[in-house]
């Protein structure tokens, strides 16, 4: 059985990739899968600094787990290693090692840096085109996305499944990253509006603050889809916050 290759990235930086990605190792994990997490360019960390690779692991336990380079400054990849004086990161660089990791796990989850369309070089080339290497390579990569929750959320997730359409990369489903507690009236019609704009189901939500939970393995489990290894139902998700009747104009 060839390994199931997701590459996870996010609607814009912060809205939970990291997580998101420890969350989905932890349920395969928790299935007895191999499982390997790669992050191709790494910014804002100092050698022997632990990296977003290293969280993954804190949170879901014994992994595979590979970094191809790390920039120090936080900035978008292309300009961090310009300024670094550092090499680029190439699509092919990123399928090679995508290929080495596939070829002994189950499971390899690829985190990108920011959003999709992230350059890596002056070529202009992104996390979608490293993608698309993989898939030109013969294997079968599909790409999940990490949503915020809120307002102005549907419009970025929208650009994001246009843009991996017109690459023609297929897009496994959307992740809302951190749900609130107190979740207000865009939040919750947002859990039906975000497969619409996105053309692909919703296939979890993770509660905000999810990386200090007690008990890591159970929330993944509760929060992710069956499609992705958990037990969480959109539907009941749905009608569990589901918003109120908007108020009737009257006429007069």
């Not at 692991?57 to 961090?80: K, M, N, S």
Request: charged share 20%; hydrophobic share 50%.
């Amino acid at each position: 059985m060839s390994a199931r290759i997701l590459f996870v990235t996010g609607t814009n930086t912060e809205v939970g990739k990291t997580v998101a990605t420890a969350a989905l190792a932890s349920t395969a994990l928790r299935a007895d899968l191999r499982v390997a997490v790669l992050k191709p360019g790494q910014t804002g960390i100092a050698p022997g600094e632990p990296g977003d690779a290293d969280e993954v692991r804190r949170l879901a336990g014994d992994l595979t787990i590979r970094e191809l380079v790390r920039y120090p400054e936080p900035l978008a990849p292309d300009t961090a290693a310009r300024r670094a004086g550092m090499p680029f990161l190439s699509p092919a660089e990123v399928a090679t090692a995508v290929a080495e990791l596939a070829a002994a796990h189950d499971l390899v989850l690829v985190e990108g840096a920011g959003g999709l369309l992230v350059r890596y070089d002056d070529e202009g080339r992104t996390l979608a085109d490293q993608a698309r290497a993989v898939l030109d390579a013969g294997l079968p990569a599909e790409v999940l996305l990490v949503a915020s929750a809120g307002l102005g959320t549907l419009n970025i997730v929208a650009l994001s499944a246009e843009a991996l359409t017109s690459r023609q990369l297929p897009l496994a489903g959307v992740v809302v990253g951190s749900w609130p507690s107190s979740p207000g009236l865009a939040e919750r019609c947002n859990l039906a509006d975000l497969p619409r704009s996105a053309g692909a189901p919703l296939l979890g939500a993770l509660p905000e603050r999810a990386a200090a939970a007690a008990d890591f393995a159970a929330l993944a489990l509760a929060s992710l889809a069956p499609e992705l290894g958990g037990s969480w139902d959109a539907k009941h998700f749905a009608h569990t916050h589901r918003p109120e009747q908007a108020p009737l104009r009257s006429k007069g």
